[in-house]
């Protein structure tokens, strides 16, 4: 079977969950059957249809499994967003399609040669840092929760460090592609550690040091914790040095100490990851009240889950029980939901993609194709980690999205680009790889 | 109340979600065993260090090459698809040497092929521009791989071996 027959097959199946996750919901919430799911997910194949028709045309040797997965989240995402509401499902069904438009024009535009991008690399880094600095500007910044997130467009909001996170990666896979050799032979041992030479480091540590920065400004501390993870990821590929990881750990470790005993809004984090039952805590303005609620959720769900439409998300009187079930807690409303098996089945489905990502680095021929595969896998798997690691209290609760589940603009748009590249690099590197 | 249908729908749910995944999965198994990648298979078909040179001249006769070669891409002066067979060690520059460039961006004696065993080592002699293998500066010896671009100023070579 050809890998865009593959591809075709595997569409069904999610759309298939759409049927059955929108029936579920249907028959809950209104007591009676419609064919209303059958509509729903009529139209969510035919959507990814086009798409694949696209990457058919243009991109006939990508990986057939990659599309299929994120498909398969992005209909988790709708079905669970529907479930709590409506209004919002139809903004994020809306966002889908944005997305993959974005998507289509993404592959179109670069099916020739992405390594073009190669060629603005500094431009695109200013992109990026730009982007960062957005939240902060007065009037069209807007600040949620302690950090500043998003931007607002009059009606559109915004939030810019998912697509900063592409920007960046972009930059150090064309940056290190160049001076990785530099930095490895270059490389000084001083104390029993090797140190890489500062003058080929430099650049990189600027534009990496900014948006570091910028994200403690913007009291963005997921995504910092995002950009960091990614940042060593991809360094430790193009050199091969475990000792630049273990600095970049003792970088980390000594920069978290000082954030945490300095910034109050990274103490309380910290403090409600601790006790999130401690009586004061949960009480308090942007305390542990979210964490606990999330982590009785989880508990609530069990093996197999509560099932469609039985999570308590708010009480009759419209209080609400599990806070920001849509956004940051949809990973705690899927294990209520579904369980435990629902819960391990979509961390599956992540694991894949990034296994998926990290293939198609390993087949690309030159190094930027490489660096830029294996860091687009990697931000994205962190992604994951540090969302579903607050949800599950292993580290402290920071609001970064779900890709492709939570509800959310930016986060669908960013990471459908992010897919994007990852066929584009995988199209040519499959091919080359065939000798053709 | 929970309704039966809907109980049944959600591990309907789960069930297509599971048995999708561990097709995906399967075939991702496949995939890593098969190895599609040709670096698998060129290192596959390398004869082992302690073969003896009938092993490499059995090899040489069933596929029609024999001696690894640079091709022309484009050379100033050259003919796009010529070819320097490479039998023995030389050298690449704009002096006296073996394969000789017009090329203002060479430095006289510019970089080096060497043979190792069964590979083509390519070294830069401390040039003026460079040398680019892939489009990468290459730093130290580095072993080329058929289908690998060599790079001096304007001057692009492929290599290619049987």
Same mark, same amino acid.
């Given at each position: 079977m050809s890998a865009r027959n593959r591809e075709l097959l595997a569409l069904i199946p999610a759309s298939l969950l759409v049927t059955v996750g929108f029936a579920a919901v249907f028959i809950q919430e209104d007591d009676l059957i419609s064919d209303t799911s059958l509509t729903y997910g009529g139209v969510f194949l035919g959507l990814c249809f086009v798409a694949h028709l696209i990457i058919r045309f243009?991109?006939?040797?990508?990986?057939?499994?990659l599309f299929p997965l994120v498909a398969l989240l992005a209909c988790f995402g709708l079905v669970m967003i529907f479930r709590i509401d409506e209004d919002l499902a139809r903004d994020q069904a809306q966002w889908f399609v944005i997305g993959l438009i974005v998507f289509a024009a993404t592959i179109l535009l670069l099916r020739?040669?992405?390594?073009? /991008?190669e060629r603005y690399r500094y431009t695109i880094a200013l992109v990026g840092i730009v982007l960062l600095l /957005?939240?902060?500007?007065? #009037?069209i910044g807007a600040q949620v929760n302690g950090a500043y997130l998003g931007i607002e467009l009059g009606p559109i909001s915004f939030q810019p460090a998912e697509l900063s996170k592409i920007c960046i990666i972009i930059f150090l896979a064309s940056y290190l592609r160049d001076t990785r050799q530099v930095l490895v032979q270059g490389a000084r041992r001083f104390a029993g550690i090797t140190l890489p030479p500062l003058r080929h480091l430099m650049p990189l540590l600027v534009v990496w040091g900014a948006a570091m920065v910028l994200l403690v400004f913007i009291r963005d501390l997921g995504s910092s914790l995002m950009f960091f993870g990614a940042f060593l990821a991809i360094i430790y590929i193009a050199t091969d040095r475990l000792s630049f990881v273990l600095i970049g750990l003792g970088m980390f470790g000594l920069g978290a100490w000082f954030f945490a005993n300095t910034v109050s809004h990274v103490a309380n984090r910290i403090d409600a990851w601790q006790h999130p039952f401690d009586d004061q805590l949960y009480d308090a303005? #942007?305390?542990?009240y979210q964490i606990a609620q999330s982590l009785f959720a989880q508990a609530d %769900? %069990?093996?197999? #889950?509560? %099932?469609? #439409?039985?999570? /308590? *998300?708010?009480?009759?009187?419209?209080?609400? *029980? /599990?806070?920001a079930a849509q956004t940051d807690l949809i990973y705690a409303l899927i294990t209520n939901e579904l369980g435990l098996f629902g819960a391990a089945g979509v961390l599956v489905v992540y694991l894949l993609v990034t296994e998926r990502g990290m293939r198609i680095a390993m087949l690309a021929q030159d190094s930027f194709s490489t660096l830029l595969a294996a860091g687009l896998a990697a931000v994205f798997a962190l992604q994951v980690f540090v969302i579903v690691g607050g949800v599950t209290k292993l580290i402290p609760l920071t609001g970064v999205t779900l890709p492709?589940?939570?509800?959310g603009g930016s986060s669908i748009v960013a990471n459908f680009l992010l897919v994007a590249l990852l066929l584009l690099i995988s199209d040519r590197a499959r091919r080359e790889a065939q000798g053709r | 109340m929970v309704e039966p249908a809907s109980v049944a729908l959600k591990f309907a749910f789960l069930a297509i979600l599971y048995l999708f995944l561990l097709w995906v999965t399967r075939s991702a198994l496949k995939d890593l065993r098969r190895g599609t990648q040709p670096g698998v298979s060129a290192i596959a078909a390398t004869p082992p260090p302690?073969? @003896?040179g009938l092993h490499a001249a059995a090899r040489g006769v069933g596929v029609g090459g024999d001696a690894p070669r640079l091709v022309v !891409?484009?050379?100033? $002066?050259l003919q796009r698809g010529a070819a320097y067979d490479l039998v023995g060690d030389c050298t690449l520059g &704009? $002096?006296?040497? !073996?394969?000789?460039l017009e090329d203002?961006?060479?430095? $006289? &004696?510019?970089a080096q092929l060497t043979r190792q065993g069964s590979v083509i080592v390519l070294e830069d002699?401390?040039? @003026?521009?460079g040398t680019y293998l892939n489009e990468e500066p290459v730093q130290g010896p580095q072993p080329l791989h058929p289908g690998d671009r060599v790079r001096i100023g304007d001057s692009v070579f492929i290599f290619e071996d049987s």
């Amino acid at each position: 079977m050809s890998a865009r027959n593959r591809e075709l097959l595997a569409l069904i199946p999610a759309s298939l969950l759409v049927t059955v996750g929108f029936a579920a919901v249907f028959i809950q919430e209104d007591d009676l059957i419609s064919d209303t799911s059958l509509t729903y997910g009529g139209v969510f194949l035919g959507l990814c249809f086009v798409a694949h028709l696209i990457i058919r045309f243009t991109l006939p040797d990508a990986d057939p499994y990659l599309f299929p997965l994120v498909a398969l989240l992005a209909c988790f995402g709708l079905v669970m967003i529907f479930r709590i509401d409506e209004d919002l499902a139809r903004d994020q069904a809306q966002w889908f399609v944005i997305g993959l438009i974005v998507f289509a024009a993404t592959i179109l535009l670069l099916r020739k040669d992405y390594r073009v /991008l190669e060629r603005y690399r500094y431009t695109i880094a200013l992109v990026g840092i730009v982007l960062l600095l /957005l939240p902060r500007v007065p #009037g069209i910044g807007a600040q949620v929760n302690g950090a500043y997130l998003g931007i607002e467009l009059g009606p559109i909001s915004f939030q810019p460090a998912e697509l900063s996170k592409i920007c960046i990666i972009i930059f150090l896979a064309s940056y290190l592609r160049d001076t990785r050799q530099v930095l490895v032979q270059g490389a000084r041992r001083f104390a029993g550690i090797t140190l890489p030479p500062l003058r080929h480091l430099m650049p990189l540590l600027v534009v990496w040091g900014a948006a570091m920065v910028l994200l403690v400004f913007i009291r963005d501390l997921g995504s910092s914790l995002m950009f960091f993870g990614a940042f060593l990821a991809i360094i430790y590929i193009a050199t091969d040095r475990l000792s630049f990881v273990l600095i970049g750990l003792g970088m980390f470790g000594l920069g978290a100490w000082f954030f945490a005993n300095t910034v109050s809004h990274v103490a309380n984090r910290i403090d409600a990851w601790q006790h999130p039952f401690d009586d004061q805590l949960y009480d308090a303005v #942007g305390g542990s009240y979210q964490i606990a609620q999330s982590l009785f959720a989880q508990a609530d %769900g %069990g093996v197999a #889950g509560a %099932g469609f #439409g039985q999570a /308590l *998300i708010e009480t009759p009187t419209g209080a609400p *029980i /599990l806070p920001a079930a849509q956004t940051d807690l949809i990973y705690a409303l899927i294990t209520n939901e579904l369980g435990l098996f629902g819960a391990a089945g979509v961390l599956v489905v992540y694991l894949l993609v990034t296994e998926r990502g990290m293939r198609i680095a390993m087949l690309a021929q030159d190094s930027f194709s490489t660096l830029l595969a294996a860091g687009l896998a990697a931000v994205f798997a962190l992604q994951v980690f540090v969302i579903v690691g607050g949800v599950t209290k292993l580290i402290p609760l920071t609001g970064v999205t779900l890709p492709f589940i939570s509800y959310g603009g930016s986060s669908i748009v960013a990471n459908f680009l992010l897919v994007a590249l990852l066929l584009l690099i995988s199209d040519r590197a499959r091919r080359e790889a065939q000798g053709r | 109340m929970v309704e039966p249908a809907s109980v049944a729908l959600k591990f309907a749910f789960l069930a297509i979600l599971y048995l999708f995944l561990l097709w995906v999965t399967r075939s991702a198994l496949k995939d890593l065993r098969r190895g599609t990648q040709p670096g698998v298979s060129a290192i596959a078909a390398t004869p082992p260090p302690d073969a @003896t040179g009938l092993h490499a001249a059995a090899r040489g006769v069933g596929v029609g090459g024999d001696a690894p070669r640079l091709v022309v !891409e484009s050379v100033p $002066g050259l003919q796009r698809g010529a070819a320097y067979d490479l039998v023995g060690d030389c050298t690449l520059g &704009r $002096g006296d040497v !073996e394969i000789h460039l017009e090329d203002p961006f060479a430095s $006289g &004696r510019h970089a080096q092929l060497t043979r190792q065993g069964s590979v083509i080592v390519l070294e830069d002699l401390g040039s @003026t521009n460079g040398t680019y293998l892939n489009e990468e500066p290459v730093q130290g010896p580095q072993p080329l791989h058929p289908g690998d671009r060599v790079r001096i100023g304007d001057s692009v070579f492929i290599f290619e071996d049987s």
